[in-house]
C-alpha cells in the first residue's frame, strides 16, 4: 500500500476530473496526508472516495466535499478564514495551505484536542483549534474573507453573516438531517447572494448549551 500514490490518484480521478480547476487547491489536497487525520482503523481506506467515521460518532469529510468547500471561496493566500466544525482537523490542514489564518471550531472536546495534536505533528502552525458552538462564529478573529461550515445547518446561523467581511465568501450545507445544499455565497451590501454548488450529507451542526 503506498499512501502517497493513492493521494496522487484521489487528486486526480476524484477531484480533478470531476471539475475542481483551482490548482491551489489541488495542489493543498495532495499535499496534506488524510491518513494522518483518521483513526488507526481507518488508514488504509484514507483515499477511498467517501467520508470516514471520527470517533464520536462524526465524520471525516469525502475528500471531493473538501475541495468544492475550500475552492468556493476562492483563496489567494494572505485571508482569513473561519471553519465550523474542525472534527479531525482534515479540512482545517486544508485550510492552512491556502491561507493566512484559520480559526477551527469545534465543539467535542476529544476532537479539540486531537485534531491539535495531529496539526502540530504536521509542523502547521497558523491554525487555531478552539472549543466552542460554531454557531456563534469566533468574534474574537473576525472579520473574516471567507468561512466555511463542515456541518448541515436548518438555515445560516446570522452570527456569521455579521462576521463575515463585506465580499467574503461562505459556504454552508443548508437543510435537514439526511441531505442538504451546499451553498456559496458572497456578502454583498450586508446580504448574502447564494448559489447552489450540488447536494450533500453532513453531520449535524447541534446546539450547544
Ligand atoms: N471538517 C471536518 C469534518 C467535520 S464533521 C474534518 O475535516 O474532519 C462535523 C463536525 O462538526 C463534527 O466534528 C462535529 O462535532 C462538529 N460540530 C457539530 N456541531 C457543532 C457546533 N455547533 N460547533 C462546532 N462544531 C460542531
Known amino acids: 500500500m503506498d499512501l502517497e500514490k493513492e493521494r496522487a490518484s484521489m487528486v486526480e480521478h476524484q477531484l480533478r476530473r470531476r471539475g475542481i480547476g483551482d490548482s491551489r487547491v489541488l495542489a493543498a489536497m495532495g499535499e496534506v496526508p488524510r491518513e494522518a487525520f483518521v483513526p488507526e482503523a481507518e488508514k488504509r481506506y484514507a483515499y477511498v472516495d467517501g ?45 492552512s495551505k491556502l491561507a493566512k489564518k484559520v480559526y477551527a471550531i469545534e465543539i467535542i472536546p ?58 467574503g465568501r461562505l459556504v454552508v450545507p443548508v437543510g435537514g438531517r439526511w441531505g442538504q445544499a451546499l451553498q456559496a455565497s458572497r456578502k454583498r451590501h450586508g446580504k448574502l447572494e447564494t448559489e447552489e454548488l450540488c447536494r450533500c450529507v453532513f453531520v449535524p451542526l447541534v446546539h450547544g448549551s
Open 51 to 95: 467520508a470516514l467515521p471520527l470517533s464520536h460518532g462524526q465524520t471525516i469529510s469525502q475528500p471531493l466535499m473538501v475541495a468544492m468547500s475550500v475552492e468556493a471561496l476562492r483563496l489567494q493566500g494572505d485571508e482569513t478564514v473561519l471553519e465550523i466544525g474542525a472534527g479531525s482537523g482534515y479540512q482545517a490542514a486544508i485550510l
Open 110 to 167: 476529544d476532537l479539540v484536542a486531537n485534531a491539535r495534536r495531529v496539526l502540530d505533528s504536521l509542523g502547521i502552525d497558523n491554525v487555531e483549534i478552539i472549543c466552542a458552538d460554531g454557531r456563534k462564529g469566533w468574534p474574537e478573529g473576525a472579520p473574516y474573507d471567507g468561512i466555511v461550515v463542515a456541518a448541515a445547518a436548518e438555515e445560516v446561523p446570522p452570527a456569521l453573516v455579521e462576521q463575515l467581511k463585506e465580499g
